[in-house]
């Protein structure tokens, strides 16, 4: 069975920094791609980050604007969201998913989420 485990969510203050981390089981975590959606309330699930199995290709939304880094480290089966510079308009649940290719989409594995926000 597939499991996606997001953990790192906290409230943090504006321009503050946050490092999220998912693990993944039950799957070749190395020919997965990984990727980091947000919601907030009553907004849409938007897109974050996503990175490929080796690591190589990483793709980001325009909002992220060089202030989010994705990772993975796949003797570990995690991937990270390292953020900095957050601001208030960051508050969101963070949701972590597993397919393979970017971008994973509602029939791939997707975690319970983690709640980051971020206070003015």
């Known amino acids: 069975q597939v499991q996606v485990q997001e953990s790192g969510g906290d409230f943090v203050q504006a321009g503050g920094s946050l490092t999220l981390s998912c693990t993944a089981s039950?799957?070749?975590?190395?020919?997965?791609?990984m990727a980091w959606f947000r919601q907030a309330p009553g907004k849409e699930r938007e897109r974050v980050a996503c990175?490929?199995?080796?690591?190589?290709?990483?793709f980001y939304a325009d909002f992220v604007k060089d202030r989010f880094t994705i990772s993975r480290d796949n003797a570990k089966i995690s991937v990270y969201l390292q953020m900095n510079s957050l601001q208030p308009e960051d508050t969101a649940m963070y949701y972590c998913?597993?397919?393979?290719?970017?971008?994973?989409?509602?029939?791939?594995?997707w975690g319970q989420g983690t709640q980051v926000t971020v206070s003015s």
């Open positions: 990175i490929g199995g080796n690591g190589r290709a990483r």
């Open positions: 998913a597993a397919a393979s290719v970017c971008w994973p989409s509602d029939s791939d594995t």
């Open positions: 039950g799957l070749s975590f190395g020919d997965h791609s």
